[in-house]
C-alpha cells in the first residue's frame, strides 16, 4: 500500500533526494562511491517526511525545510551504517551492505563521512535551537548504540532497558524531525510539546512493529528477513514479553534455543511465544503507542499534511492486522 505522504510532499521529496545526492559529492571518489552505496539506493524516507509534513502542517513553506529534512536523513543513514558494521549485516534496503560489499573499516570510515555531512548541513542554520537540537540527538543515538552494546552479552533484557534503549536509538530521531520542524516554524511550546510527544511516540511504535515482524511478519511483504533479531542474538520485546509470564520449565528453554542462534530453532520458538498468548500482549502494548500518537495530532491544526502524518501512524497498525 502506497502511503499518502508520497503524493502529498511528492515535490519536496524529489527535492530531498537531489539535496541528498549532492551533499554526499567529495574530491574523493571512494567516499561519493561508498556512501552514494547506501544513500541513493532509496528507503521510506520516514524521518525526513515526518519532518516535512510537521512543517507544513503548521504553515511552513520555506527553502530551508529540505536542508533540515536532508540533514536528518543523513544522520539516520550514518546510524544505519555504522549499525551493520556492529551487526555484520550483509544486506541493506535489500541490496549488500557497505559492511558486505567492501568491509568493516569502510563501513567506519564512510559513516563518519556522511555523518560529517549532516553535520555541515546543520551547521548552516542560522537558529541555534535547531542546531542544538540535532546535536543533542546524535549525542543520544549514540548513547543507545552504546547501551545496547553493554547489554548485548547479558542472559536476559528487562522491558524497561528494551525502552531506554529504543528511545535513544530509534523514537529520538523521530523525535528531533518533529521538534525542529516546529521550531523552524516558530510555534508555540503546546505545539511543540505536542509534536514531542507524537513523534517520540510513532518512534516507539515503528520500532515495536519492527520487532513484532521479525518474528510475525510475512517476507514478501515487508521484504525484510524473518527471524533477524533472533538470529543475532538481539532481545527485543517479543522475547521480553514472553518471558514474563513464562513458567520456569518453558523459560528455560526458551533461553537455550535462543543461545543457539540457530534459524531451525525459530519455529519451536515461535511456538513457545504463542503458548504465551505473545502476540495480544505485543498489540496492546503498540496499540497504546499508537494511539498516542493520534491524540496528539489532533492537537494541531487539521489540513491535508496532518492527514498523512495520521496516515502513517493507521499505515504501521494495518501491518500487524
Not at 76 to 101: F, M, Y
Amino acid at each position: 500500500m502506497e502511503l499518502l505522504y508520497k503524493k502529498i510532499i511528492f515535490d519536496e521529496l524529489e527535492k530531498l533526494e537531489i539535496t541528498l545526492s549532492e551533499s554526499i559529492n567529495s574530491d574523493i571518489e571512494l567516499a561519493t562511491e561508498v556512501s552514494g552505496h547506501i544513500v541513493k539506493s532509496g528507503g521510506k524516507r520516514i524521518r525526513p517526511a515526518i519532518c516535512i509534513l510537521v512543517a507544513k502542517t503548521l504553515g511552513y513553506s520555506e527553502s530551508d525545510l529540505i536542508r533540515l529534512a536532508s540533514s536528518i536523513e543523513l544522520l539516520h543513514t550514518a546510524t544505519l551504517i555504522h549499525d551493520d558494521v556492529v551487526d555484520e549485516s550483509l544486506i541493506r534496503r535489500g541490496k549488500e551492505s557497505i559492511q558486505a560489499k567492501w568491509d568493516d573499516a569502510h563501513g567506519v570510515l564512510v559513516g563518519d563521512f556522511v555523518y560529517s555531512k549532516a553535520f555541515q548541513l546543520m551547521a548552516s542554520f542560522d537558529n541555534p535551537n535547531i542546531i542544538r537540537e540535532l546535536a543533542n540527538a546524535t549525542n543520544k543515538i549514540s548513547e543507545g548504540e552504546v547501551l545496547q552494546l553493554s547489554m548485548k552479552r547479558q542472559s536476559n533484557l528487562s522491558e524497561e532497558d528494551y525502552f531506554n534503549i529504543i528511545d535513544r536509538k530509534t523514537a529520538e530521531l523521530f523525535k528531533v524531525s518533529a521538534v525542529t520542524a516546529g521550531i523552524l516554524c516558530e510555534c508555540s511550546q503546546p505545539e511543540l510539546d505536542s509534536l514531542n510527544n507524537f513523534a517520540t511516540s510513532l518512534g516507539l511504535a515503528f520500532q515495536i512493529q519492527d520487532d513484532i515482524l521479525d518474528y510475525y511478519g510475512q517476507e514478501n511483504l515487508t521484504g525484510k528477513k524473518v527471524g533477524k533479531d533472533f538470529e543475532e542474538g538481539k532481545f527485543t520485546l517479543p522475547i521480553i514479553v514472553s518471558l514474563k509470564t513464562m513458567n520456569q520449565t518453558n523459560k528455560t528453554r526458551l533461553l537455550s534455543l535462543f543461545k543457539t542462534r540457530k534459524i531451525e530453532h525459530f519455529a519451536e520458538i515461535i511456538a513457545l511465544m504463542e503458548s504465551e498468548k505473545t502476540t495480544e500482549q505485543l498489540k496492546t502494548i503498540f496499540t497504546h503507542h499508537s494511539d498516542e500518537c493520534i491524540n496528539e495530532l489532533e492537537k494541531l491544526p487539521h489540513n491535508q499534511y496532518r492527514d498523512a502524518l495520521e496516515n502513517i501512524v493507521r499505515n504501521l497498525d494495518s501491518r500487524l492486522t
